[in-house]
């Protein structure tokens, strides 16, 4: 628009630098006239393809009114030839948006308790039109709890068992492997929610939050995939895994991993796929965990969401 503006202002001020010269001067403006007549009709109709409601992309964000933690189902109709994906970009980051079928493409944006609350600027593109969108991210509050450890008792943190779940929580595969709404991982009860903040020995750890939500089922009950995926991560506490403990990583899909922690028993080999409902692992308790639980996190492009929307809305 800065351009558009610098050219017609331009414009406006180049006949008086060329009035010097004498006789042709009639015909040059009339000449001038008419470039100028294009430009401005070229610039309106720029601006009106802009604006045209009838052409502009369409884009549907689902919560409409969404809260710190939800998934951003972001929905993009694009009539532009060659179909490509658009750019939808929040902040400083690019999401990869997958067609959805009708010239319709879709892209899951994480939001997490680490977030302002406040307006989200969305910036959807595909290549022809830009769309800036203002979206309100609701506060919410969430649980504390206060954790006091011995000092000098820090857990001292394995890189090869954190590069490993890292790696996997990035992973973003074209395919989209679940469908319809994710199943309870586990019959147990929920003991902590997701998004609970912590003070460690009395001071707030602000860049933690519950990653995840816990089931204290019985120890040995039964795992379940919540959706269809393929395992990507298989951790054991006896090679390395003294935080997570026993794990399994399902990768869902376009961006969507889930992750079960401290389990007794791994049912699932690397690389299988898996149905919702099957099977998966045994409850229990290894890696640092204070008793028998289940930690179930999921992922969206490599941010740690609220599963429970994920249970009773569909992100299709
Ligand atoms: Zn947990």
Redesign the pocket.
Known sequence: MKQLWQILFSCGRSPAKRSLSTRPIKRQRNAQNLIQAAIIALAIGTLMLVTSPGRALQVQVVPNNPQLGDTLSVTVESDTPGNTAPAVSLGKRTYSAFPIGNNRFRALLPTTPLDKPGVLQLRISDGNETRLLGLPLRGRKFPTQSIWLPPGKDQDLSDFEFDRVDAFKKLVTPEKFWSGLFLKPNNGPIT?IYGVRRYYNGKFAHDYY?????YAGAYGSPIIAPAAGRVALVGQESKGFVIHGNCIGIDHGQGVESIF?HLSRILVKNGEFVKAGQVIGALGGTGAATGP?L?W?LYVNGQAVDPSPWRNKRFE
């Open positions: 902590t519950h990653r995840g939500v816990d922690l639980h930690h996190g």
